[in-house]
């Protein structure tokens, strides 16, 4: 399984025909790079909450023990 999912990976590495550095000028000289951060943010963000909320019902499921 480890090996494939490396097999995997270099085989999208090596299909990438722009490079990182590209990607990331255009997508600032578009503006897109604002969309990209506020999609991760948001991610990030209902990663946290979900976290803090699955904490708080941990700890009420451990005070009614």
């Known amino acids: 399984m480890n090996k494939l999912f490396s097999l995997l990976i270099l085989l999208l590495l090596m299909a990438h025909e722009v490079s990182a550095q590209d ?6 000289s578009n503006g897109k790079i604002y ?16 976290l803090v ?5 941990l700890k009420n499921l451990e005070s009614k023990k």
């Open 23 to 28: 990607m990331a000028v255009d997508m600032r």
């Open 53 to 57: 909320y699955l904490e708080k019902r």
């Open 35 to 50: 969309v990209v951060v506020f999609v991760l943010a948001t991610i990030f963000a209902g990663i946290f909450a979900f």
